[in-house]
């Protein structure tokens, strides 16, 4: 096994905001999310480690019909840095592809540590999703192809 040619310098909380209501609780709800990713990539210089920052938006209600229980809104910024042997193109496609789906993950991570120790009898465990979508459009916004 070797190390990946990216690696995740930091990662922050920038933004939590949710409103809940407390007959959420032994409720089987519908999750509807709504996921946005901004991305900064840093000029390169000399013999430097690229690097590049994404601001992951995520924005999910649960509900049950019309009546919603929980709103919330996080935003998770991660700062990565590259290999710098590689080339350009290669480590927008590894921040891309890999950053976004760890970003994700860490989100899950976070909004589950921090809904347990709000004191939720069950911490509020974010619905795994299929990135695949929105990884593939970012893709082509950064890479134009």
């Known amino acids: 096994m070797k190390i990946s040619n990216l690696q995740l310098e930091w990662d922050r909380i920038k933004k939590f905001e949710y409103q809940i209501d407390d007959e959420i609780i032994g409720k089987k709800l519908t999750p509807k999310l709504k996921l946005e990713v901004q991305h900064n990539f840093l000029e390169k210089t000399d013999d430097k480690p690229y690097r590049a920052t994404l601001l992951l938006k995520y924005n999910v ?3 049950e ?6 709103k ?6 991660g700062s990565f840095i590259g290999n710098p042997k590689l080339d350009d193109t290669e480590f927008k496609k590894l921040v891309i592809h890999s950053g976004i789906l760890n970003l994700i993950q860490i989100t ?8 347990a120790n709000f004191g939720f009898i069950q911490p509020i465990y974010l619905p795994m999703i299929d990135a695949t979508d929105l990884v593939n459009k970012k893709m082509k916004e950064v890479l134009g192809k």
């Open 61 to 63: 209600r649960f509900k």
């Open 65 to 70: 019909g019309k009546k919603i229980y929980l």
């Open 72 to 77: 919330m809104n996080i935003e998770l910024e």
């Open 108 to 115: 899950r991570a976070k909004v589950a540590a921090i809904s």
